[in-house]
């Protein structure tokens, strides 16, 4: 494939996979076709990179990254919890911590049930609705070895506005000491933002330890895109590029079929991102704020979630 529109690096990166990676027998049990180390580009004045040839639940995946942001939950410890995600009728992490109470207690409760008693019951939902110090807690409450937390993106606004050509402009969800306490180590682990006082932009990069390149990485482009443009929007800047750059970068073996299909389609123009409400802090944004306007993509393809 050698078409010009952008998003024929992801479909390259599919065939690609799916021609030279080699198999591999994973944690899931599923297997892998796989490839170490590549890399997807996309300038954001070109339009905002939802991915057309199939459909990106856009609004699924901003309610993931607003969650995130926000940082800690009122429920439980405080660390991020997925009664958070059910409010906003989002799924996408329950199936981890479904796993782990039907591991130590033995009650073979269906995911449904596990989801609904979550909902409604505070106590049940402060235990088993924990997924540990995840991503949005490294992001906005890191803790240091003498009790303080450090609010990474809060720095990150600041280096931007007071040192903008600084090359540590990073916030990091590897922390290694809290590792085992995570329902799932951070598979988008680091980010890094650089700042073209010449064109007047912000750019951003991802480095991905862990690229489920079918079913995840169409979200953690958006995530990456939504992330940037945010910052770009509360420091005085325009939305530059970003740069995905995935380590482990790998499709299930259940997912080949899934696969051939999308790569039967021709892409389709990008959306534009609409920030419809501007709010006065980068945490304070819901999904009601933010738009997708032309987004037009092929139908979705489903494909099971290896957990």
């Known amino acids: 494939m050698t078409n010009t529109h952008p998003e024929y690096q992801y479909l390259n990166l599919l065939e690609k996979i799916v021609s030279n990676g080699s198999e591999r027998i994973d944690r899931t049990g599923v297997g892998t076709k796989a490839l170490f180390g590549e890399t997807l580009r996309f300038d954001l004045s070109e339009g905002f990179p939802a991915f057309t040839t199939k459909r990106v639940y856009w609004k699924t995946a901003f309610k993931e990254m607003l969650w995130m942001l926000k940082g800690k939950s009122k429920w439980g410890t405080g660390n991020p919890n997925i009664r958070d995600l059910l409010e906003q ?7 981890w911590p479904h796993k782990k109470y039907v591991d130590e207690t033995g009650d073979d409760i269906t995911l449904k049930s596990f989801e609904e008693r979550v909902l409604t019951d505070d106590e049940f939902a402060s235990q088993w609705g924990d997924l540990g110090p995840v991503y949005g807690k490294q992001w906005r409450a890191w803790k240091t070895e003498d009790g303080r937390e450090i609010d990474q993106v809060s720095e990150v606004l600041e280096q931007i506005k007071n040192n903008p050509t600084s090359r540590r402009i990073i916030f990091e969800g590897w922390n290694v000491g809290e590792l085992d306490q995570m329902a799932l180590p951070p598979c988008h682990k680091h980010y890094q933002f650089f700042v073209d006082p010449v064109k007047g932009t912000v750019s951003g990069s991802l480095v991905q330890r862990s690229a ?30 970003i740069v995905w750059y995935g380590l482990d970068v790998h499709v299930y073996l259940n997912h080949l079929d899934q696969v051939r299909e999308q790569l039967s389609r021709e892409p389709k123009a990008f ?24 987004y037009d993509p092929h139908p979705a393809i489903k494909a099971p979630v290896a957990i």
């Open 212 to 241: 489920d390149t079918f079913l995840g990485v169409a979200f953690n482009v958006c995530n990456l895109a939504l992330i940037t443009t945010l910052i770009a929007e509360h420091t005085g800047y325009m939305p530059g590029e």
């Open 271 to 294: 959306p534009k991102l609409v920030i419809k409400s501007k709010k006065k802090s980068l945490f304070d944004y819901t999904i009601d704020d933010l738009g997708l306007e032309g």
């Open 89 to 95: 009728n989002v799924h996408i992490w329950s199936e």
